[in-house]
């Protein structure tokens, strides 16, 4: 069964990965594939993807001293949620499509 919603969610990654952004297309594209990343963007980015309700404003803090301007930390959270998001989806659809032996 072909799904729907494919090619928009496709154009959705991509706009994400390497659309026009403050964040070098490099630095999302390695929060998306889980490359390492430089402090404080690490810990920001895994806190985002595994833990999201324990974000707080001194993690944004952080950043923003370390130089990150608010329009790169918006795109890191968006990089990192997306990723995050979509390999929850993907666990959820295959737990449905899984069989009893």
């Known amino acids: 069964m072909l799904d729907p919603w494919a090619d928009r969610m496709s154009r959705i990654i991509d706009a994400v990965r390497s659309g026009p952004g403050e964040l070098a297309p490099d630095v999302r594209q390695a929060i998306m594939d889980g490359a390492t990343l430089p402090e404080p963007l690490a810990s920001y980015v895994t806190k985002v993807s595994a833990h999201p309700r324990q974000v707080a404003d001194e993690d944004v803090q ?40």
């Open 62 to 101: 952080t950043l923003l001293r370390a130089g990150y301007t608010e329009d790169q930390i918006f795109e890191a959270t968006v990089s990192s949620a997306l990723t995050a998001g979509l390999k929850r989806l993907e666990a959820g659809l295959a737990a449905l499509t899984e069989t009893d032996p």
